[in-house]
């Protein structure tokens, strides 16, 4: 029961007063499970803030059924952003946003055979009219693509916003008080 309990609040926005949102605000997808030691840090930061997320292996080209289906879906499931992760010949953010009008937020992950150049190039060169936000390769831009989509989901929603606020103040505080 009390596992239960946890996992129903790690999927709930919360603030002081109330709960009010249960089903998931934002979705990570990646490609590839071997995506998961990177996009973990989406998923812990969206955590940080109390945001409704679900985590789940999605791949354009291994299950593009699936890929259609979920992005064609995920704007009547309640999804309000789409973090989309993939490596390589990475198109898996770009199909999404071919299924929907929901933000897309691409992550290009380090690859081993050109560094992630090859994931940021496929992933940000879009054809006009269908947009892709494309962060940096790897950790910073899964970290980022979630504080962009809590900046998002702040834009209605004031008890984020003041959590925004509140995390570049105390990011510029440990910057002050760094002593080398
Ligand atoms: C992409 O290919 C995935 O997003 C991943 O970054 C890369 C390698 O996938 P695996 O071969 O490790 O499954 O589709």
Known sequence: MAKKNNDKAKHTI?????????????????????????????????????????????????????????????????????????????????????????????????????NGLDSLLSTVQMPGGIPVATLAIGKPGAVNAALFAVAILANSRPELRKKLHEFREAQEAKIRATKL
């Open 14 to 114: 919360r603030n002081s007063q109330s709960e009010i949102q249960n089903s998931s605000l934002v979705a990570v997808i990646m490609g590839s499970q071997s995506d998961w030691d990177t996009m973990k840090h989406a998923g812990e930061t969206l955590e940080k803030f109390g945001v409704a997320h679900e985590c789940r292996v999605i791949s354009a080209h291994r299950s593009p059924s699936l890929a259609s289906e979920f992005g064609s879906t995920a704007e009547a499931s309640g999804l309000e952003v789409i973090i989309a992760a993939a490596g390589g010949a990475a198109h898996l953010a770009g199909v999404m946003a071919a299924h929907t009008t929901l933000p897309v937020l691409g992550v290009p992950m380090r690859s081993e055979a050109l």
